[in-house]
């Protein structure tokens, strides 16, 4: 079935420094692809997606571009901050309305 | 985008009782899902819930142990029922958008419960 990898964390980075978490996917046919974020204490909110390869979604100086060749959704930043610790799911849509998620990648940046 | 509220926002419960879970949505929809995540997990869907029929569950969890209702297309609840510490979990509502955000799922804060 569809399936979603995504890389082990705690992410531990300087602020300013450049981020990426991996993430990979199993799917069959053309599934949309998703990054959400969890702060502490909150809800996930949706922070960018992609719906067809070569796509990039972007947000918040986030992005991620849907990679067909390599099954891929990494997720990027050029300079993150403080503000951006937090719990980073992927997830992919299928060709039912499901959302598969990640087992999630905690981020924790450091003045 | 929809907001969504989730009542309560967090509970500490005794093992045996159950607690039933409110999602309320500022807008119409026509589908909402409950999802649990387990301390340190990712999420994993519970079940779909549409209005005017019986809810579809995953693999896993069953009607007696997780009722859901949808009353209408701005409302449902989830009860955990006769609870257990394994249960101790954050419960999310997502619903999925409208128009031009059809396929995409929005999630409330969650509910955090404690089972003692």
């Known amino acids: 079935g569809d399936s979603v990898t995504q890389m082990e964390g705690p992410v531990t980075l300087s602020e300013e420094a450049f981020l990426t978490i991996n993430c990979t996917y199993t799917?069959?046919?053309?599934?949309?692809l998703f990054w959400y974020v969890q702060y502490p204490g909150e809800g996930l909110q949706l922070l960018l997606k992609?719906?067809?390869?070569?796509d990039k979604g972007s947000n918040k100086g986030f992005e991620a571009t849907y990679r067909k060749e390599t099954t891929s959704f990494h997720l990027e930043k050029g300079s993150v901050q403080v503000s951006d610790s937090a719990v980073y799911f992927c997830?992919?849509?299928?060709?039912?309305?499901?959302?598969?998620f990640g087992s999630g990648t905690r981020l924790l940046v450091r003045p | 985008s929809a907001v969504i509220s989730q009542k309560p926002s967090r509970d500490i419960c005794q093992r045996g009782t159950s607690l039933t879970i409110q999602c309320q949505v500022d807008?119409?929809?026509?589908?909402m899902f409950w999802y649990r995540q387990q301390p340190g997990q990712s999420l994993t869907l519970i079940a779909t819930?549409?209005?005017?029929?019986?809810?579809?569950?995953e693999s896993g969890f069953v009607i007696d142990k997780f009722p859901i209702s949808r009353p209408n297309l701005t409302f449902s609840t989830l009860t955990v029922s006769n609870m257990s510490p394994e249960d101790s979990s954050i419960y999310l509502c997502?619903?999925?958008?409208?128009?031009?955000?059809?396929?995409?799922?929005?999630f409330g804060a969650g509910t955090r419960l404690s089972v003692l």
């Open positions: 997502s619903v999925e958008g409208t128009d031009i955000a059809k396929n995409i799922q929005y």
């Open positions: 799917a069959t046919g053309y599934p949309s």
């Open positions: 992609a719906t067809k390869a070569d």
């Open positions: 997830a992919l849509q299928g060709s039912s309305y499901k959302l598969i």
């Open positions: 807008s119409q929809v026509t589908m």
């Open positions: 819930a549409n209005q005017g029929s019986e809810a579809t569950y």
